[in-house]
């Protein structure tokens, strides 16, 4: 008996072992592909030089939707479609126009950008005296007395010491989010944001805002300045308390229009039902042309299935590319995505979301079980020869995140972040500052873990 208990033991090692070394060669195959037969950097030369910026509503959001259609029905892939939206359109408007006054005539201009959802200044601008805070905390300490009709300025840097990037963005990020909303309940008749950036440059960075639940007639207007100018009007504030702040934007909120996600798929031939997404978000701010954000994202996702169909790989489960619409100022791509599957009773065992960037693949964070965690640990070696191997548990991605649910792991491609802010919702989000091959690398890891995703399934616990 012990005899043969050892047999079967040696045995299962062997089949095992014969497993992984499939596995090895397989994914080895994925990155030799991806590194030397990708069509991404191309596709993404199109969706940034040809299309440019693709904020949600806008003529070139449409063509991006044409165009990612296009590709992907070019790949030959079991089924192709648009999914129908609705989604919010604000407009810049002409470009806006700042300046810094010490003294009536002695004036410096200062570059800002309207913070998307903003509200317009009035047609001759505002101008008004500048109160300087560091937390949406020291504006309220401040009360209603010395905010009232003046420019809150909010200068609170991102925290240079943390090595996560988007650890310090999170922590810095409420001041833009949530400033116009706050600074407004204290009698404030504009809001100036220091940009979302590590970097010391001139380029000030838009991003979303919201106004909670403020009447129309309550609301400012909100715009953001570079790092380099943040700066230089603190150190001239502390100088001149009484300087004057003026700025003039004419950006506006639309009615809703349409607009769409873009899906396609690969069936499953042995578990069809069971549906495998990788995807980005298709929209971009309209300064840039999206590069990184997110186009690399949506090139990499449609790489995964291009990489798999010229390896004539038949998956055993459905894997299904999504570039979502709308995620920079509102989510209706990922939550329509997700009310659809819902409504079909479709099953998502696995999501991935390429959101971070182009930059050098470090590894992948998970939303799931411990269960789930202690097998997707055991594929790290996998990704050690391509230097991928930063697995941890944490969040995953936005468009994704309505999935959640029992029976599906959620996660994110980390590539590594020190410049990604840099370009994030500036005009240097461009082409140039992608590197082909650091973007190939991303998705040759995004391709193999899907592969493994495809192979092994999942446990089916609650996600914790």
């Known amino acids: 008996m012990k005899k043969n208990i050892w047999l079967l033991c040696a045995l299962l090692s062997i089949s095992l072992q014969a497993q992984e070394n499939k596995d090895k060669a397989f994914i080895n195959r994925i990155y030799d592909t991806a590194l030397s037969d990708s069509n991404s950097y191309d596709w993404l030369n199109h969706l940034s030089n040809q299309i440019g910026g693709r904020l949600s ?28 939206i609705t989604v919010p359109k604000w407009v810049r408007g002409t470009p806006e126009f700042a300046y810094m006054e010490l003294s009536p005539g002695a004036t410096t201009n200062i570059p800002i950008l309207a913070l998307g959802g903003s509200v317009a200044t009035p047609s001759l601008g505002i101008k008004a005296e500048l109160i300087e805070v560091s937390s949406l905390d020291e504006l309220k300490a401040l009360g209603k007395k010395a905010v009232s009709g003046k420019i809150v300025f909010f200068n609170r840097p991102m925290d240079p010491k943390m090595i996560n990037t988007f650890s310090a963005y999170s922590k810095a990020v409420d001041q833009r989010s949530k400033g116009a909303a ?35 007639s309550m609301k400012i207007p909100a715009a953001a300045v570079s790092t380099n100018h943040a700066n230089f009007l603190s150190t001239t504030l502390a100088l001149n308390p009484s300087l004057k702040f003026y700025f003039k934007q004419n950006c ?53 299935l291009e990489i798999l169909k010229k390896l004539n790989y038949n998956p055993k489960r459905t894997i299904r590319v999504v570039m979502f619409m709308n995620e920079e100022n509102g989510l209706r791509g990922g939550t329509a995505y997700a009310s659809r599957a819902n409504e079909l009773g479709e ?11 182009g930059f050098t693949p470090r590894g992948f964070s ?10 997707i640990m055991e594929w790290k070696t996998y990704f050690e020869p391509y230097m991928a191997h930063s697995f ?43 590197n082909k091959r650091e973007l ?3 998705a040759a890891a995004m391709t193999a873990l899907v592969y493994l995703f495809d192979r092994y399934g999942i446990e089916t616990t609650e996600i914790k």
């Open 57 to 84: 509503g806008s003529i070139q959001a449409e063509q991006a939707v044409d165009y990612t259609f296009k590709v992907i029905e070019d790949l030959n892939l079991d089924k192709v479609w648009k999914q129908d």
């Open 182 to 216: 706050e600074a407004a309940k204290y009698g404030a008749v504009g809001v100036i944001v220091r940009s979302m950036n590590l970097r010391l440059d001139d380029f000030p960075h838009t991003g979303g805002m919201s106004y909670g639940d403020l009447p129309d």
């Open 252 to 304: 506006r909120t639309l009615a809703d229009v349409p607009s769409h996600n873009v899906i396609g798929e690969i069936k499953g031939s042995e578990f069809p039902e069971e549906i495998i997404v990788v995807g980005g978000h298709l929209d971009s701010w309209d300064v840039g042309d999206g590069a990184h954000d997110d186009g690399a994202g949506c090139v990499q996702s449609m790489a995964v």
């Open 347 to 357: 099953r998502h065992i696995f999501a991935l979301e390429s959101d971070s960037g």
């Open 366 to 375: 998970f939303d799931a079980t411990t269960e789930n965690m202690t097998q």
């Open 392 to 434: 941890t548990k944490g969040g995953s991605g936005a468009d994704i995140g309505p999935l959640k649910k029992e029976g599906i792991v959620l996660a994110g491609l980390r590539p590594d972040s020190q410049r990604y802010f840099d370009h994030h919702h500036a005009a240097t989000d461009t082409f140039d500052a992608v």
């Open 440 to 442: 190939d690398m991303g």
